[in-house]
C-alpha cells in the first residue's frame, strides 16, 4: 500500500503545481521521504506545506493517517529522522561547488547555537530527539 500512496501523492502534487522533485523508501517499515525542489527562497515552505497537505488528503483515501515525527520508533535509526537539505546553483556546480560548501556550512555552525537557545526545548520532546539523533546531524549537548 505504501507504493501506491506514493504515487498517488505524487501525482497530486504534480497536478496542483507542487515543486516534487523525487521520492524514496526510508529505512523504517511503511517510511517514506518526498523531496520539494529547486525553489527559490521562501517558496520552498509554500511548496511543502502543500504537499503536507496533500499527502494527509490522499492518505485519507487509503484510510491510513500520516506521521511526521522526525523518530517514528525509538532508536538510532539511521536515515530515519526529518532533515531538509539546501543548496544554491553555485554549490551544484562541479568546477566550484566544494568550494561555496565550507562558507555556508561555517555560517551555519556560528548560527545554530543561538538559534537553538531560542527554542523551547522542554516542552518541545519530538525536536530534542531529533537534536539528540546521531545519524543525521551532529549532535548537540542541549543539557547546558
Partial sequence: MGRDILEAHYRACLYAGVEICGTNAEVMP??????????V????????WMARFLLHRVA???GVVVSFDPKPM????????AHTNFSTKA??????GLKCLAPA???????????LMNHNLSADADFKVFLLAFCEISPKDISK
Fill in 30 to 39: 511503511s517510511q517514506w521521504e518526498f523531496q520539494i525542489g529547486p525553489c
Fill in 91 to 96: 554549490m551544484r556546480r562541479p568546477d566550484i
Fill in 105 to 115: 556550512v561555517t555560517e551555519s555552525q556560528d548560527k545554530s547555537s543561538g538559534t
Fill in 60 to 62: 485519507e483515501d487509503f
Fill in 41 to 48: 527562497g521562501v517558496n520552498a515552505g509554500d511548496h511543502i
Fill in 74 to 81: 525509538p532508536g538510532n535509526w539511521n536515515g530515519s529522522g
